[in-house]
């Protein structure tokens, strides 16, 4: 029996006089790496937010792990199990690496506020234990050196590591990773390939928005396309490199010109 951690359908989210999204669904099963795509518009961004809580959609059904969910706050929804990073870094920069995991370990904690005031036995053996769990993820990350380093001194690069730490800190179902490329160089995207495959070869599923094509497509094991808030297309990278409305949609023609490389296959999105 197939194992599904997430299943949508029916998703529309409208602003304005904007249809943003379309009757849009995906379902992903466990120890994938499902990847979303489209040209800038193309209503990525919208789909991820609401499916962490970010948006409340107009229409649409929800399943994670088998069970429904209503994605209404993003609190609920890493209760709920789905974890997610940012394209714009979002960091406790004051904060130490190792005290960013802490944040997002704690929603995993029960000891309560009575215990933090009166730091009872249990209150500072569920601090022990999870300073122990962050130190093991910013190891395995690769950055635990820094563990003691405030998130700002950070590179760029380690700083995208540490949001992925902290999300896995939260012992997520299907981790959400919200352009994790964004602005790294060449040797940085390479760490960041490694690091998502090692994830994945743990068996934990990841949803990936990026705008690095070429990065998804040899990453993903499926792949959904959109355009103009509309799904386009869904398949394996290689039936969606070969899709004439995925071509369409990133040329803008019906097909590339005789001996032009195909943009979803050979380049990243502009």
């Known amino acids: 029996m197939v194992d599904t951690v997430l299943r949508v359908a029916g998703i529309s989210k409208r602003f304005g006089g904007l249809q943003a999204l379309s009757d849009v669904g995906l379902t992903i099963e466990r120890g994938q790496v499902y990847g979303l795509i489209g040209p800038n518009g193309a209503g990525k961004t919208t789909f991820f937010n609401v499916i962490t809580g970010l948006y409340t959609p107009d229409s649409g059904t929800f399943e994670l792990a088998g069970k429904p969910y209503q994605p209404t706050a993003v609190h609920e929804v890493a209760k709920a199990g789905i974890a997610r990073t940012f394209q714009n870094i979002r960091l406790f920069a004051e904060m130490t690496a190792l005290e960013n995991v802490m944040v997002g370990r704690h929603i995993r904690t029960g000891s309560g506020l009575m215990g933090a005031i009166f730091r009872t036995k249990g209150f500072l053996e ?3 234990a999870i300073t122990t769990r962050a130190r093991e993820l910013l190891e395995y990350v ?9 998130a700002r001194t950070l590179s760029y690069g380690d700083q995208r590591r540490l949001e992925i730490a902290r999300a896995l800190a939260t012992d997520p179902q299907l981790i959400a990773l919200d352009e994790p490329a964004a602005g790294m160089n060449s040797t940085e995207k390479v760490v960041l390939r490694e690091l998502i495959d090692r994830i994945r070869k743990d068996d934990r599923t990841i949803l990936l928005i ?8 040899g990453l993903c094991d499926r ?3 959109l355009d103009y808030g509309k799904q386009i297309a869904e398949g394996s990278p290689y039936d969606v490199q070969r899709n004439e409305k995925v071509i369409e ?15 979803v296959v050979n380049g990243e999105e502009e």
């Open 249 to 263: 949609a990133y040329l803008g023609q019906s097909h590339a010109k005789p001996g032009e490389p195909n943009p």
């Open 210 to 217: 990026e705008h690095d094509v070429k990065l998804v497509m």
């Open 142 to 150: 690769g950055i635990g050196k820094f563990a003691d380093y405030k």
């Open 223 to 225: 792949v959904t396309v």
């Open 126 to 128: 569920e601090e022990a």
